[in-house]
């Protein structure tokens, strides 16, 4: 069965203060690996899609990086505005879902 | 920036009721969804729809869901008879193709 891990569930970071969050994937076949933001009360909004192992993509403090069997969103120097929950996604072949992770929800204090 | 628009952003509806959310995709998208999230659990999948029809449908959308196009912007999901498990946030989704998917705001259901 297809299925998304992420983890920690939940993490603090002060400001400045660089991390990175793990999404575990197992899956029939990978077409893509989507990272998304979710704000409380919003709708995922989409940050990046990974396509094959080696891959890595950046967008201003975010990077994400895909091995085989898991992705990282690693967090350079995060600030306040970077708290949110973020969620992890597997597409497989042959299918047009998208099945999510729980996701990390992601504190940053001045 | 163009984005995917959702209406309306709260419903509330008495249990045994229809409803029809409403979304406007992105327009040059071919690949629309319907997902949901109930209150601190996992996105989930509901549909997808291509060249007008559905081309995937997860467990969850059983008889009681029904989706439509019934012009060249808008994309509903209908429930029939809305059931207190029902209530969550439900979201549409489209991409140009398979590989992307952009999510709305979302539309909140409550089934009293």
């Known amino acids: 069965e297809d299925q998304v891990t992420q983890s920690p569930e939940a993490l603090r970071l002060q400001e400045g203060e660089s991390s990175s969050l793990n999404c575990s994937y197992t899956?029939?076949?990978?077409?893509?690996l989507f990272w998304y933001r979710q704000d409380p009360g919003k709708g995922p909004e989409f940050l990046f899609t990974l396509y094959s192992a080696g891959e890595e993509k950046e967008k201003e403090r975010l990077k994400a990086t895909l091995t085989k069997k898991e992705s990282f969103l690693h967090i350079t120097a995060p600030k306040p505005e970077d708290s949110a929950t973020y969620l992890c996604?597997?597409?497989?072949?042959?299918?047009?879902?998208?099945?999510f992770g729980t996701g990390t929800r992601l504190q940053v204090f001045p | 920036e163009p984005e995917v628009t959702q209406t309306p952003s709260h419903q509330v509806t008495q249990m045994g009721q229809e409803v029809i959310l409403r979304c406007v995709p992105i327009s040059n998208h071919l690949y629309f969804y319907w997902y949901r999230q109930i209150l601190g659990q996992k996105v989930e999948f509901l549909v997808s729809?291509?060249?007008?029809?559905?081309?995937?449908k997860s467990e969850i959308f059983d008889d009681q869901f029904s989706v439509e196009r019934p012009d060249g912007s808008n994309f509903t999901l209908k429930i029939r008879s809305t059931k207190l498990e029902d209530s969550a946030m439900y979201f549409c989704?489209?991409?140009?193709?398979?590989?992307?998917?952009?999510f709305g705001q979302g539309t909140r259901l409550t089934v009293v």
């Open positions: 729809f291509y060249n007008n029809e559905i081309s995937e």
């Open positions: 899956v029939s076949g990978l077409r893509g």
């Open positions: 989704a489209s991409g140009q193709d398979y590989t992307e998917a952009f």
């Open positions: 996604a597997v597409q497989a072949r042959n299918t047009d879902k998208l099945i």
